[in-house]
T-cell receptor, first 115, second 114 residues
């Protein structure tokens, strides 16, 4: 049962254009959402996050949008740069019934930005 | 500040052997996690801990054990290695005292079971 879904395994865009990565979640207990970036042979690194009380968070070229009713979030990268080429993971966090906090990841989307 | 440190970086095990993947963090984080990443797949949660002495199962705990005797260390134990455990393992930590925070990851341990 996949609680966080990234349905596009890969995405290719031209340098300077917008990259849009999508993520869907199924569990209403999630109240905090994160995007991580991962280069080969490295651990994931935090990129940007959004709380469920917001619908948008922006940090430089990166913007995350959250649609709670649709249980959907997206990451926009504008303008895309070749250095953005990496695997992007969507993650969701929330309290379990036992009161501890799980952090669940999607399968990732491999972004390739072509010069 | 070293962050989250995992050792070893690489390991080859024979079927049936055992080993411990080490993870230590120096940020005084309460929450620690172990994930595995198989080729073309996402990060699957193996075990997690919300503090010293407390651990809980994630999505794929079978074949693994953990312990959390200190805040800093969260080792992952494989008792009888199987080819299905060939993967890249990531340890992560998170403050836990404030809910909306990011997790910090180690560099990963690439394990091959032959």
């Amino acid at each position: 049962d996949q609680q966080v879904k990234q349905n596009s395994p890969s995405l290719s865009v031209q340098e300077g254009r917008i990259s849009i990565l999508n993520c869907d979640y199924t569990n209403s207990m999630f109240d905090y959402f994160l995007w991580y970036k991962k280069y080969p042979a490295e651990g994931p690194t935090f990129l940007i996050s959004i709380s469920s009380i917001k619908d948008k968070n922006e940090d430089g070229r990166f913007t995350v949008f959250l649609n709670k009713s649709a249980k959907h979030l997206s990451l926009h990268i504008v303008p895309s740069q070749p250095g953005d080429s990496a695997v992007y993971f969507c993650a969701a966090s929330g309290l379990t019934q036992g009161g501890s906090e799980k952090l669940v990841f999607g399968k990732g989307t491999k972004l390739t930005v072509n010069p | 500040n070293a962050g989250v440190t995992q050792t070893p970086k690489f390991r080859i095990l024979k079927i049936g052997q055992s080993m411990t993947l080490q993870c230590t963090q120096d940020m005084n984080h309460n929450y620690m996690y172990w994930y595995r990443q198989d080729p073309g797949m996402g990060l699957k949660l193996i075990y997690y801990s919300v503090g010293a002495g407390i651990t809980d199962k994630g999505e794929v705990p079978n074949g693994y054990n953990v312990s959390r005797s200190t805040t800093e260390d969260f080792p992952l134990r494989l008792e009888l290695a199987a080819p299905s455990q060939t993967s890249v393992y990531f340890c992560a930590s998170r403050p836990g005292t404030v809910t909306n925070t990011e997790a910090f990851f180690g560099q990963g341990t690439r394990l091959t079971v032959v």
